[in-house]
């Protein structure tokens, strides 16, 4: 089959051909329908140790079960199914939790990542059935929406919160999306161009604040008073300390930006404050599940983040694209069915 290979930061990133994969005991293989390109597949594979390596890429995936290994009872030939991309233990207090992407025995976790080629092997316990309603493209948006699910959860939003959402990529948008449907106040999406100001509002942001000179002041006017929670969704250096200023006392900071670098905050600041700052990783397969659900019952704006999708072959001149500039779709997905030349 054909697969997106990553070897390193400074290694190019390649598609070859390498053998078709084959599940073990408590396995699917699916035929990959549709995978969106991650941000973490764009900036985490310029730097060491954040990406494994040897093996393909891509992570937002959904597909067609195609081969079913021993001991699976719940899904057969046919099933249209989206999944998480790694497997836990199954017996440490995270995975017993239903966080398994915070196993607590790395050592003992599989990795299903690898939708960027023809066919990718999952873990049947972290699979999802997908309602007949959604298209793999939907099916490949359950993972991102997930993780801002995953981020509003934790934040723990009371009814009619002011919510600030720093960044307007997929996650941040995603933020905003489900901080409105989960009953936030007014919604503000604040970045450093207005780009996406439009999908904001499509979203459900009330309010877009182009980050600068006079932001702070500008994102009360949007909200009426400080924001009571603030996502910060930015992954660069002094995210964190741009939501901990923004965010009122007492009030919560969320950060799931995945920022790799040393990022300075002054304690002082948030203390005085007595702010709270949570940091969200990934999610919970009834985060998954949620997702899905919400999607069948016609919550479908994520739908208008996506252009046409891309062949496998484009995906390594993409990424490369994606690093230089975000004049680009919300979310790019990829198709390996798409031949490449075609029309």
Request: charged share 20%.
């Amino acid at each position: 089959m054909r697969a997106v290979m990553y070897y390193g930061p400074d290694v190019p990133i390649t598609v070859e051909t390498i053998a078709d994969p084959v599940p073990g005991p408590g396995e699917l293989v699916l035929k990959v329908g549709r995978c969106g390109i991650c941000g973490s597949d764009v900036h985490l594979t310029q730097e060491h140790g954040w990406m494994p390596v040897g093996m393909p890429l891509g992570h937002e995936f959904a597909g067609e079960v195609v081969a079913v290994g021993k001991d699976v009872e719940d899904f057969r030939l046919g099933d249209v199914v989206t999944a998480l991309p790694a497997a836990g233990c199954g017996h440490c207090v995270a995975c017993a939790e239903g966080l398994p992407m915070l196993c607590e025995r790395p050592a003992e976790m599989t990795f299903c990542a690898g939708g960027f080629a023809d066919y990718v092997r999952i873990v049947a316990r972290t699979a999802v059935k997908l309602p007949g309603s959604l298209s793999m493209a939907d099916g490949a948006l359950v993972e991102p929406l997930s993780v801002s699910l995953h981020a509003v959860a934790l934040a723990n939003i009371t009814p009619g919160a002011r919510v600030l959402v720093l960044g307007a990529g997929s996650i941040g948008l995603g933020v905003a999306f489900w901080a409105s449907k989960l009953g936030a106040g007014r919604i503000a999406v604040a970045a450093r161009s207005s780009r996406r100001q439009e999908d904001a509002a499509r979203i459900g942001a009330d309010a877009f604040v182009l980050t600068g000179e006079g932001e702070v002041d500008a994102v009360r006017a949007a909200l009426g008073a400080s924001p009571d929670v603030v996502f910060e969704c930015i992954g660069a250096v002094g995210g964190l300390g741009q939501a901990v200023e923004h965010v009122r006392a007492r009030g919560t900071v969320v950060s799931l930006g995945l920022c790799t670098k040393l990022d300075p905050v002054m304690p002082a600041a948030a203390t005085f404050k007595e702010a709270s700052i949570r940091f969200s990783m990934a999610y919970s397969l009834k985060e998954f599940q949620f997702t899905a659900d919400m999607l069948d019952r016609g919550h479908l704006e994520p739908r208008k983040w996506l252009g046409p999708a891309i062949p496998l072959e484009a995906v390594p001149d993409k990424i490369l694209e994606m690093r230089q500039s975000n004049a680009h779709e919300v979310k790019v997905q990829v198709d390996p069915s798409i031949q490449v030349g075609s029309k």
